[in-house]
C-alpha cells in the first residue's frame, strides 16, 4: 500500500513500525510474485483481471457476515500464528493510553466497553505465547476496560479457519459466537 499511496507514511509512527514492514517486505514481495507465476500457469495470462465479486447484497448473511467466499474458496489447514514482537514496542503503551482516554471520553453517556480477544489460530511457538501472555497481562492490569475472558479462549484448530488467521469458517464462527455471547452474558 506505501509503494502505491505514499501519502501513507504519514500513519508510521516510529522506527519498530519501519523495522517490522522492511522484515514483512520480503514476504509480500514473495507473494506478489507467486501470484502472478500462478496467474500465467493456471489462467494463461499476465496480471489477470480479478473478475470475482466480493461485495454484494447476497454476499451477507441474516447477521451481517460475508459469506459468499465460502463457495469460491475451498477451506484449507492454514499455519499457526508465529509472533515476532518486541515487549519493549512504545506503541503498546500509546495503544493502552488512547483506549483509555476513549473509556473516560465516554464515561458520561452509559456505554459498556470492554475488550474480548479475536479469535486466532492457537499458537504452537514458545516465543509467540510468551508475547500473547505478556500483552495479556498489561491489558489487563492497565487498561481502564474490563478485558473479558482468557486469552487462550481465543485461539482455535487451524482446521477452524478458512484462508487467514482471522477467517472462520462456518463451524469457526459458530464456536466463537457462542463464546462472545457467553462473555456478553456475563456483563451485569
Not at 73 to 83: C, Q, Y
Amino acid at each position: 500500500a506505501l509503494l502505491a499511496n505514499p501519502v501513507l507514511l504519514q500513519y508510521v509512527s516510529s522506527p519498530i513500525e519501519i523495522g517490522y514492514m522492511a522484515e514483512l517486505f520480503p514476504y509480500i514481495y514473495t507473494q506478489a510474485i507467486k501470484s502472478i507465476w500462478q496467474d500465467i500457469t493456471q489462467r494463461d495470462c499476465l496480471f489477470c483481471v480479478n473478475d470475482e465479486q466480493i461485495y454484494f447484497r447476497s454476499a451477507f448473511n441474516a447477521y451481517g457476515d460475508i459469506i459468499s467466499h465460502e463457495d469460491v474458496h475451498p477451506t484449507r489447514e492454514i499455519a499457526h500464528i508465529n509472533l515476532r514482537y518486541n515487549k519493549n514496542n512504545p506503541n503498546i503503551s500509546h495503544t493502552i493510553s488512547i483506549i483509555n482516554k476513549f473509556a473516560k471520553d465516554t464515561e458520561t453517556l452509559e456505554i459498556k466497553i470492554f475488550i474480548i480477544y479475536p479469535a486466532t489460530p492457537s499458537p504452537i511457538n514458545d516465543s509467540t505465547i510468551s508475547m500473547l501472555n505478556y500483552l495479556d497481562a498489561r491489558l489487563k492490569k492497565e487498561l481502564k476496560i474490563p478485558v473479558l475472558g482468557n486469552l487462550s479462549d481465543a485461539w482455535y484448530s487451524t482446521a477452524l479457519f478458512f484462508d487467514t488467521y482471522y477467517h472462520l469458517t462456518p463451524q469457526g464462527r459458530f464456536v466463537n459466537t457462542n463464546r462472545i455471547v457467553d462473555y456478553l452474558l456475563s456483563i451485569e
